[in-house]
């Protein structure tokens, strides 16, 4: 027989989902409103938390790194900085030259468009059951209202999970 603790927690589980669902909805409209290369917002950045919290309140995503949610192909929808950061290689490169970097991104990051366009932005993540795999960022770059484009890709081995939410 069931108790009535069990039948509550059936009942509220589509109520939890659907919480999860509309937070999400809610989230990928804002970010498609705004202007990817267009920086930070705070609306946006707000309703990240949001999610975050409310998934964690909920369990939902939990073990993301070990339960096969990052596997796929990921589209860049919303960034903080410049597009080309979602890239493994920038993260890299200012962890090499932590003193410089940001004056050399800065320099970049000052290019106009149309003088320069950025994006998109993916990364494909292939994972197997022990969580070791391969991820493959790309970002489109174009300069000169598009008469040069390439496509600069980061490529890096996934060699196991890091807890039960992060990958090195």
Known sequence: AESNDDIELQSSLPSASSRIEECKKTLIEQCKSHELDSG????IDTLICNLEALGEDLGFGQASSVSGLLSGKWDLIYASDDITRSSPFF???RRAF???SDQIFGITDAIPAPVKLVGPATQDIELDA????TLVSR?????LGGVATSIMTTRASVIGAEGVDGLR
């Open 40 to 43: 930070y917002s705070s609306s």
């Open 91 to 93: 993260w890299a490169f």
């Open 98 to 100: 932590p003193d410089s």
């Open 130 to 133: 022990s969580s070791r795999g």
């Open 139 to 143: 970002v489109k770059i174009a300069t």
